[in-house]
């Protein structure tokens, strides 16, 4: 088998990008996703992304975590646009497939604004809250998320009971300003912290935002920084929601096996 692969980075949460326009990649080969993105024996990521026409639209964005399971990927997503304009498949605004449904986006030299799936409301998880941006996230406010132990408490509350059978990625934030706040997430998928995670994000923007009369959060990750802006609605819906940061290609190679 042989084929074509870029590296991208959104903000740290790194991804391998296939244009399989020709549908040629094998996506029912869940331990070749999973060799591909390990970082010891294949080429290394957070996820794979395939490229495929969809009607209707510019593209469709066919996300894979690193152990081969699906779904919506906000990071991705970017990476994906900035891909798609790279390979002309687009020029700088779109309109494509995700799992979660449709997407739009708008290209800005090297930033990428998504356009996200309205989120319906927030739902309160004990002390903590639960919003899904189109995956799964829980979200806790914790004094110092610095020093927070995210692998062994995010891992605590992706595998307990309240979240079975298909688990949730957990948010640790603490707030920088009025304005900003830091995140780090435990992912699933990944069943580790990753730099950064865009679905992630836009869900404790939300909560943050909605808490203080915000419609727009900067959200600084380990791997740098986005920005989350909404329109929220009286009955506790968010509707316009853009996730905002830089998607970048970092290399490009080519797999024979
Ligand atoms: N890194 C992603 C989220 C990927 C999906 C997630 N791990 C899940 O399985 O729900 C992002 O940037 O949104």
């Known amino acids: 088998m042989q084929?074509?692969?870029?590296?991208?980075?959104?903000?740290?949460?790194?991804?391998?990008?296939?244009?399989?326009?020709?549908?040629?990649?094998?996506?029912?080969?869940?331990?070749?996703v999973q060799m591909l993105c390990d970082r010891k024996f294949g080429i290394g990521a957070d996820g794979l992304i395939l490229i495929r026409y969809k009607d209707g639209f510019d593209f469709e964005m066919i996300y894979f975590n690193s152990d081969g399971s699906q779904s919506m990927c906000g990071n991705g997503a970017r990476c994906a646009v900035?891909?798609?304009?790279?390979?002309?498949?687009?020029?700088?605004e779109t309109?494509?497939?995700?799992?979660?449904?449709?997407?739009?986006?708008v290209v800005d030299g090297s930033l990428v604004e998504l356009g996200m799936s309205d989120v319906n409301s927030i739902s309160n998880a004990g002390?903590?809250?639960?919003v899904n941006t189109g995956s799964p996230h829980h979200v806790r406010f914790v004094d110092n998320v610095l020093s927070y132990p995210v692998v062994d408490q995010g891992a605590a509350?992706?595998?307990?009971?309240?979240?079975?059978?298909?688990?949730?990625?957990?948010?640790?934030?603490?707030?920088?300003?009025?304005?900003?706040?830091?995140?780090?997430?435990?992912?699933?998928?990944?069943?580790?912290?990753?730099?950064?995670?865009?679905?992630?994000?836009?869900?404790?923007?939300?909560?943050?935002?909605?808490?203080?009369q915000l419609n727009e959060v900067k959200i600084l990750t380990p791997g740098g920084?986005?920005?989350?802006?909404f329109s929220a609605a009286a009955d506790g819906s968010f509707r316009n929601i853009k996730l905002i940061g830089?998607?970048?290609?970092?290399?490009?190679?080519?797999?024979?096996?």
């Not at 074509?4 to 991804?15: A, L």
């Not at 830091?182 to 909605?210: D, F, M, P, Q, W």
């Open 3 to 32: 084929f074509s692969f870029y590296k991208y980075q959104g903000t740290g949460n790194d991804f391998i990008m296939i244009d399989d326009r020709n549908e040629a990649f094998p996506e029912d080969n869940l331990p070749l």
């Open 82 to 92: 900035a891909f798609s304009k790279f390979i002309n498949i687009i020029d700088t």
């Open 95 to 105: 309109k494509f497939l995700a799992i979660d449904g449709p997407h739009t986006a």
């Open 127 to 130: 002390q903590d809250y639960f």
């Open 157 to 212: 509350v992706r595998y307990s009971d309240d979240y079975k059978p298909n688990g949730t990625n957990v948010n640790f934030v603490t707030p920088i300003s009025d304005e900003e706040i830091h995140v780090r997430t435990y992912e699933r998928g990944v069943e580790n912290e990753t730099l950064s995670c865009g679905t992630g994000v836009t869900a404790c923007a939300l909560v943050y935002g909605i808490k203080h």
């Open 225 to 229: 920084k986005l920005k989350v802006r």
């Open 246 to 257: 830089p998607a970048e290609q970092v290399f490009h190679g080519v797999w024979e096996k």
